[in-house]
């Protein structure tokens, strides 16, 4: 085997360890019964929703404004990294409760309902003068905030897409400390990597 062979070899086995493993199953969602700050839904059919999935359920909010789901109804899901970063930061933040931290969330039963419009408005569903302006001051935070911060920290935000045509796609969290590479490992492998080339170099 090449020198080059060698490396590749190496590296594809260690993007294949690190990369996020793919899910799929059944999520269905009902209407919320979460109560404190997550008691209003955002206008024109917004969330917060309560999802229920094969192996988990959780508070969630949906990507798109204009399109649809049925309460109640399992759709077929996959999970996807499709989402921008603000609006992973700011999922993490209320799944984890960090949220409570942030003066600009606000307190009281329309949290929920201002982290929806946000949402909808960072991922291009509606324009910022069609949300309120505790919303969008809300979104514009969001988009000045580091999420590699939390992604390092173990923090995990997916898209779920659901099947069919035009379903309202949601959001899923998880939070894994486990799930980030200790840097003397990285260290580790990084000099394997470069100990085989030199090998097959000489």
Known sequence: MSAYKAVS?????????????ARAGTITLYEPNIGGN????????GGPYWAVTNDSAFMTFCLEHNEVFYYGQPYEYTLN???????????????SDLYKNVDIFGSGPGVGARVQEAIWFLQGGLPGN??????????????????????????RVQRVHMAGDGEQDQLYYDHDPSAVPEPASMILLGTGILAVFRARKA
């Open 38 to 45: 997550f008691i209003d839904q955002a206008p024109g059919g």
């Open 81 to 95: 990294d499709d989402l921008t970063d603000a609006t992973k930061w700011l999922y993490a933040e209320v799944r």
């Open 9 to 21: 070899v190496l590296l594809a086995f260690l993007s294949f360890g690190l990369a996020a493993p």
């Open 130 to 155: 069609e949300i309120a302006k505790e919303s969008k001051d809300l979104a514009d935070f969001a988009l000045t905030q580091n999420w590699s911060e939390l992604y390092d920290a173990g923090y």
